[in-house]
């Protein structure tokens, strides 16, 4: 099995740890053939208003000349790619592309975690209604359509706090499934949920949510498994990679092992 990650933080998100050099070095030790960078999007809100979950504008060039040059000592070692986690904000897709040309960036993640901006918009990881799952439908659906991104990271991150799967949430999850499949947009099957969210029970579905992914083999979508690694521990956690990839073969969802790039 290729073991491949997209999906790695650095602590300029303000809550990871490790260095590019130590993620590539646990990637190397853990069977990994690609690793991709995809830290937080530094939005330019232009407001004073200071993010405690990603990086500043202006630490974008070094982000990036970061990842080049650990990209450059591992060559031929491990395949190394630089790209971002982003929301769909859609005032901002303008001053993303510029973003993305600017630095070359190899790819670009959908992880929709707030409604239309961060400073004002709710955080759909706590989602806990019909009226907040459909706001989150709409615009991860929205962002999914731009043909922007590589793939959609955490799709069911709006069940984390809802704590029954009824008819709205299998609705949801079946139009995100359904729109993936017909966009050919890889879900992310993600291990960071996974890790911090077994044991989750009362508290609400968590994610992945299993009922979200036996829809997700009923509609036919393809997955790739994300670690969204915020330390380089969770690199070197084979038994849940492992555990994924068998849950994702035992329902039947088409994986991933790599992403044309």
Known sequence: MMKTNYHT???????????????????????YSELGFADHCPWN???????????EPGELKDYARAVRAV??????KL?????????YFPARMGWLMEQKERYRLDYLILGNHFDTDEPTGMYFGACRDSQDIRRYVKMTLEG????????????????????????????ASRTICRA????????????????????????????????????????????????????PDLLSNGALYDEAAQTLEELGVQRLERLAL
């Open 71 to 76: 990209q450059a000592e591992y060559q031929g």
């Open 180 to 231: 993936a499949r017909q966009l050919n947009l890889p879900l992310e099957y993600n291990l960071n949920g996974l890790f911090y969210c077994k044991g989750f029970s009362g508290a609400g579905l968590g994610y992945p949510c299993r009922a979200f992914w036996e829809i997700a083999a009923q509609e036919g979508v393809s997955a790739v498994i994300g670690v969204d690694a915020h330390s």
């Open 9 to 31: 933080h650095t602590p300029r998100c303000l809550h990871a740890s490790g260095s590019e050099r130590e993620y590539a070095r646990r990637a190397v030790e853990a069977g």
């Open 45 to 55: 809100y232009g407001r004073n208003f200071v993010s405690d979950m990603r990086m």
């Open 144 to 171: 999914m359509e731009t043909g922007y991104f590589a793939y959609l990271a955490h799709p069911d991150l709006f069940l984390r706090l809802i704590r029954g799967f009824d008819r709205e949430a299998a609705d």
């Open 79 to 87: 395949k190394i790619h630089l790209g971002l986690e982003c929301e």
